[in-house]
């Protein structure tokens, strides 16, 4: 734990020489580090992150804090791993409900591609660049984001069509 | 033999007078192909059911159909949520006459736990249901009366008027 901080520390020091300014606030949740970074930032950040060996993006979560009273509404959450230093780290993008955009990771990796489509999905966060940015989870006749906070918790939708499993596999 | 009627054993010939309703619904009580719909736990439940422990061949129902146009049985086994529902009710649809379904475990029956807005609070608001079965999940023994039950009801209705208005 105190070797992977360190590691971090490291690795903070190398990327603010080349991205000044780049990671905003530095903490710790839990047993991961977060890293927040502002949104035109995070794609370098994420390519600086996989050329210094985080080889894995875990997950994309996304967080609505509807009720916490702050003033970006949502925030997304990359989770990363670097398998040679076994390290993980999370970096973290706070989006106004404004304007719910982020560029692609799928480019870095490959996981990306259902990680986004899945906070597209529950949370409405458009990603550009995505090959495919449909819903992954909720049926396509869905309407709404499922896990924001304002919508409603047993707001079931009666979806009636199927859909041909050869049109996903085309795609 | 459970049919009802008179046997006769002449000569070694074996004779059996009975009523044509009577035969068919014995050959489809004792037949039943069921097609397990399992999307969840209950389906590894329904899994032991099937297997020798518990010996779903006693009763006549063992073999498995994964094609609804072979089975007469749909066993709706797991949490039916918005998206598969459609599905579900496709494939009821394209199964022949007569047709028979049972839903087994708390999720299939009425959503179970999950109350949100995913999942469909039971699959009688879909398709009709012939037995529910409760319990999360039910004990084997549950299921192996569920069919007891439906061999029952087999033979309450008349064998050829098994025609269901589903719309
Ligand atoms: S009723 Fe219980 S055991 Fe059956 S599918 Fe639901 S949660 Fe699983």
């Known amino acids: 734990m105190k070797n992977e901080l360190e590691k971090l520390d490291v690795y903070l020091k190398e990327l603010g020489e080349i991205h000044p300014d780049a990671v905003g606030k530095v903490g710790q949740e839990v047993d991961d580090a977060v890293w927040v970074v502002g949104r035109d930032r995070v794609l370098d950040v994420l390519i600086w992150l996989k050329d210094k060996g985080f080889d894995l993006l875990l997950d994309i979560a996304g967080v609505d804090g509807l009720h916490l009273g702050r003033m970006e509404r949502f925030e997304v959450v990359y989770i990363l791993y670097s398998i040679k230093e076994n390290i993980r780290l999370r970096v973290k993008v706070f989006l106004p409900e404004s304007d719910l955009k982020l560029p692609t990771a799928t480019d870095l990796w490959q996981s990306a591609n259902w990680a986004e489509r899945e906070v597209f999905d529950m949370f409405g966060v458009t990603f550009e660049g995505h090959p495919n940015l449909k819903r992954i989870l909720c049926h396509h006749e869905f309407e709404g984001h499922a896990l924001r906070k304002d919508y409603p918790m047993m707001g079931g939708q009666w979806c009636s069509s199927t859909r041909d499993l050869r049109e996903d596999l085309d795609e | ?167």
Not at chain 2, 13 to 32: H, Y
Not at chain 2, 54 to 81: C, H, K, M, Y
Not at chain 2, 135 to 159: F, N, Q, S, T, V
């Open chain 2, 1 to 167: 033999m459970g049919v009802k009627g008179h046997a006769y054993a002449k000569d070694q010939a074996g004779i059996i007078t009975t009523r044509i309703d009577e035969i068919v619904k014995w050959g489809r009580k004792f037949s039943l192909w069921p097609l397990p719909f399992g999307t969840a736990c209950c389906a590894i439940e329904y899994m032991g059911v099937v297997a020798s422990g518990f010996d779903l061949a006693r009763f006549g129902a063992e073999f498995v159909r994964f094609s609804p146009r072979q089975s007469d049985l749909l066993l709706v086994a797991g949490t039916i949520n918005y998206k598969i529902g459609p599905v579900l009710k496709r494939i009821y649809d394209q199964m022949c006459e007569p047709k028979w379904v049972i839903s087994m475990g708390a999720c299939a029956c009425s959503g179970g736990f999950y109350d949100n807005y995913a999942a469909i609070q039971g699959i009688d608001q879909i398709i009709p249901v012939d037995v529910f079965i409760p319990g999360c999940p039910p004990r084997p023994e549950a299921i192996l009366d569920a069919i007891l039950k439906l061999h029952e009801k087999i033979d309450r209705e008349p064998a050829r008027k098994q025609k269901r208005v589903t719309d």
